[in-house]
C-alpha cells in the first residue's frame, strides 16, 4: 500500500485529488494537510466526504509528513513547495507539486510571470513535467515532479501531434480557452461570485497569463524550434472542466495540400495501398516463408520484419483520420513505444525504394490475376491444381518470379509455377495469358472447351482493337500531342506498345488454336 500525504487537501484541487484517491486500490491517504481547517474534520469541510474520510486536518509540517508517506501532493498557491522543499526530504519521499514551481526550467521566466522569488531553484532541472503521455517513463524514475497545468494540459496535448511531426509554423499557434470558475481556486473572489458570472463569458489574462510560459516551453521541446502562442482564457458559468481550441498555420507543402481539398486523395490513397497492396498481396506472399520457418528461418524473420514495419508505418498514416483504433493496435504492435501519438511522422527515404523489386511484383500481380481470371472463366475448380508455365526472356524477370512460386501455389491453386524462355515442352493446346514482357501457359486440356477458348481470345482480340484504335487516334491527333504533357503524350506511346504487343500474342494464339481444331 502506498502512503499518501495531502498539503493542501481543502483546496478544489485537493478536494479532487482525495476523491481519486480513495478510489485507488493501492494509496492510503495518511495526511490531509491543510492551512485553514487544522484538527477539523475532514468531512465537515466537505460534507460529501462524511462516510469516507473520518480524519482531521493536520498542517503543512513538511518534515513530518516526509517520515509518514510515500508520496506527497501538494496541492497548493505557487511558491509554498519551493519553500518546503529540500534534499533531506527528497530523501525519503517523492514529491507530486501541482503549483508551478517546479514546471518551467528557465527560473528568470518563472519569476517573471508568477511574480515571486523562487526558494529552492537547485531542484527545477531534475524536476520531470508530469505529463504521463509524453514522459511516463521518465515520472517512474523521479523524486519530483512537476503537475502540468491545467490549461498547459489541454493545449499542449492537442498541439502536441502536429508540433513534433514538423506540421505547423510554431510561432503562429493560437490558443483559445474557456474554463469553468473552479479552476481559480476555492478562495472567496468578487469575479467568481455566481451573479458576476452566471449568464457571462469573458476573457481573462489576456496576453499576460501566467500558464503561457509552460506552454510555449513545452512546445519548443516537442518540436525542436521556439514555440510563440496567442493565448486567451475565457472564463464561462459551469463549475469545472476546460475547452481548448487551438490554431496554427501549416507548412507550406501541407498548406498546399489542404488549399486544394485533398484529404480524401491522401485518404484513399492510404486505403488502397493497405487493402489492395499489404493486405491481398504482401501478407499473402509472406505466408509460405513464415509457415515454413524451419526451411529458412531467416526468410521468415526478414518477411516478419518487413510485415511489422509496413503496419505501424500505415497506422501513422490512418492515425489522422481514425486515432482511437489505430492507437489500440499501435500500443499492442509496438508495446516499446510509449504512444503512437508521440511517434515520429513517416518520411519518404530513397533507400527503401527498391524499382526491381517492385517490377517484378507488379508482373507476379499480372500473371496471379490473368490465371485466377482464367480459371473463373473455365469454372476450374482450386480442388484442380495446374501447373503454370512462364515464358519470359528477361533473366532478371525471370528469376524474381521464380522466387515467387511457392507463393503463388497458394494464391493461384498451381501445382507449380515453372520459369523459361521458350515454349519448349509446353503442349500447343496450352491456355495462354498474356502480360507484359511475358505470355503464361495453362495445359488444362482436360478442363477446357476449345470452342469456349477460342471465343476468350476473339474477345480479347476484339479489346485490345478498341485500345489500339484508340491509342493512335489521340497520337495521331495534333492537339493531343502539342497541348498535353510530354510525359502523358509518352505514357500513351507506351501503352500503344504494350497493346501492339499483347496483340500479337494473342493472334498467334488464335491461329494455333484454329488450326489444331482444323
Known amino acids: 500500500m502506498i502512503r499518501v500525504g495531502i498539503i493542501g487537501s481543502t483546496g478544489y484541487a485537493g478536494q479532487e485529488l482525495v476523491r481519486i484517491l480513495l478510489q485507488h486500490p493501492d494509496a492510503e491517504i495518511v495526511w490531509y494537510g491543510s492551512r485553514s481547517y487544522v484538527d477539523e474534520k475532514y468531512s465537515s469541510v466537505f460534507g460529501n466526504m462524511v462516510n469516507l474520510v473520518d480524519a482531521k486536518c493536520m498542517g503543512e509540517n513538511m518534515d513530518e509528513l516526509a517520515k509518514q508517506a510515500d508520496v506527497i501532493f501538494t496541492a497548493t498557491p505557487q511558491g509554498l513547495c519551493g519553500s518546503l ?70 493545449s499542449f496535448l492537442s498541439i502536441y501531434p502536429l508540433a513534433k511531426a514538423g506540421l505547423i509554423d510554431m510561432k503562429s499557434v493560437i490558443v483559445d480557452a474557456k474554463s469553468g470558475t473552479s479552476g ?76 486544394k481539398f485533398e484529404l480524401g486523395i491522401a485518404l484513399s490513397k492510404i486505403y488502397d495501398f493497405m487493402w489492395d497492396e499489404f493486405c491481398d498481396w504482401y501478407i499473402e506472399m509472406a505466408k509460405y516463408p513464415i509457415y515454413h520457418a524451419d526451411e529458412d528461418p531467416e526468410a521468415a524473420n526478414a518477411a516478419l520484419w518487413t510485415l511489422r514495419e509496413v503496419l505501424k508505418k500505415s497506422l501513422k498514416l ?26 515520429d511522422w513517416p518520411v519518404y527515404e530513397e533507400e527503401w525504394n527498391f524499382p526491381v523489386d517492385e517490377n517484378i511484383v507488379d508482373h507476379y500481380k499480372e500473371i496471379i490475376r490473368g490465371i485466377r481470371n482464367v480459371r ?127 496483340m500479337a500474342q494473342v493472334k498467334e494464339r488464335l491461329e494455333g488454336l484454329k488450326a489444331k481444331q482444323s
Open 184 to 259: 481559480a481556486g476555492r478562495g472567496a473572489k468578487v469575479a467568481n461570485l455566481y451573479c458576476e458570472v452566471n449568464e457571462s463569458i469573458k476573457a481573462y489574462g489576456v496576453a499576460t497569463h501566467r500558464h503561457t510560459p509552460e506552454i510555449e516551453e513545452q512546445l519548443s521541446y516537442a518540436s525542436g524550434q521556439e514555440a510563440v502562442i496567442n493565448f486567451t482564457p475565457h472564463l464561462v458559468p459551469m463549475n469545472r472542466g476546460i475547452l481548448v481550441t487551438a490554431y496554427a498555420n501549416l507548412v507550406k507543402d501541407v498548406t498546399e495540400n489542404m488549399d
Open 85 to 154: 522543499v529540500n534534499e533531506e526530504i527528497l530523501s525519503k519521499t517523492k514529491i507530486i507539486d501541482l503549483s508551478a514551481d517546479f514546471r518551467i526550467k528557465d527560473v528568470d521566466t518563472y519569476e517573471k510571470w508568477y511574480g515571486i522569488k523562487h526558494q529552492s531553484p537547485q531542484f527545477i532541472k531534475e524536476a520531470v513535467y508530469g505529463l504521463c503521455e509524453v514522459n511516463r517513463e521518465k515520472i517512474k524514475k523521479a523524486r519530483l515532479i512537476a503537475n502540468p497545468g491545467c490549461y498547459p494540459t489541454c
Open 318 to 343: 490512418l492515425h489522422p483520420y481514425m486515432p482511437f483504433v489505430t492507437e489500440e493496435i499501435y500500443s499492442k504492435l509496438v508495446p516499446e513505444e510509449e504512444s503512437l501519438m508521440m511517434s
Open 376 to 502: 473463373a472463366e473455365m469454372n476450374v475448380p482450386n480442388s484442380r491444381k495446374a501447373t503454370a508455365f512462364v515464358v519470359c526472356e528477361d533473366e532478371e524477370l525471370g528469376a524474381g518470379l521464380a522466387l515467387l512460386g511457392h507463393a503463388a501455389q497458394n494464391m493461384a491453386a498451381l501445382n507449380e509455377l515453372v520459369i523459361q524462355k521458350d515454349k519448349s515442352g509446353i503442349a500447343d493446346d496450352a491456355v495462354s495469358i498474356v502480360v507484359p514482357d511475358a505470355t503464361v501457359y495453362l495445359p488444362l486440356e482436360e478442363l477446357i472447351d476449345f470452342e469456349q477458348e477460342i471465343e476468350r481470345l476473339t474477345k480479347e482480340e476484339a479489346r485490345l482493337t478498341k485500345e489500339i484504335a484508340r491509342s493512335n487516334g489521340m497520337l495521331n491527333n495534333e492537339k493531343f500531342v502539342s497541348k498535353a504533357p510530354a510525359a502523358k503524350v509518352q505514357e500513351e506511346r507506351d501503352k500503344l506498345e504494350t497493346y501492339q504487343q499483347m
